[in-house]
Nanobody
């Protein structure tokens, strides 16, 4: 059983920064961040392989967001810089427990956190 707990969301002005954290318990192979805005589908944001540290980003956040991990603390982070109003969404941490491979599809993740709200004002 894997539990994921996100934190770090909040309200920030456009151009500002936030760092999201995801505390993971249990064995995971890789983790992803997703987000969901009101009335929209959940979309992929970033991915990291737990063992290799390989990362992958959605085009919309590339160059602005950075995903990282701390193996000793079982933590994954999402550093978000140069935030835009269109980044406003509930952000979710998700874990894969069977493969290290990159997945952009929510259905391919086995466990999810409860989400944390990020609001970017213009």
């Amino acid at each position: 059983q894997v539990q994921l707990v996100e934190s770090g969301g909040g309200l920030v002005q456009a151009g500002g920064s936030l760092r999201l954290s995801c505390a993971a318990s249990g064995r995971t192979f890789s983790l992803g961040w997703f987000r969901q805005a009101p009335g929209k589908e959940r979309e992929f944001v970033a991915f990291i392989s737990w063992s290799s540290g390989n990362t992958y980003y959605a085009d919309s956040v590339k160059g602005r967001f950075t995903i990282s991990r701390d193996n000793a603390k079982n933590m994954v982070y999402l550093q978000m810089n140069s935030l835009k109003p269109e980044d406003t969404a509930v952000y979710y941490c998700a874990a894969k427990t069977r493969t290290f491979y990159l997945s952009l599809v929510p259905a391919q993740y086995d466990y999810w956190g409860q989400g944390t709200q990020v609001t970017v004002s213009s």
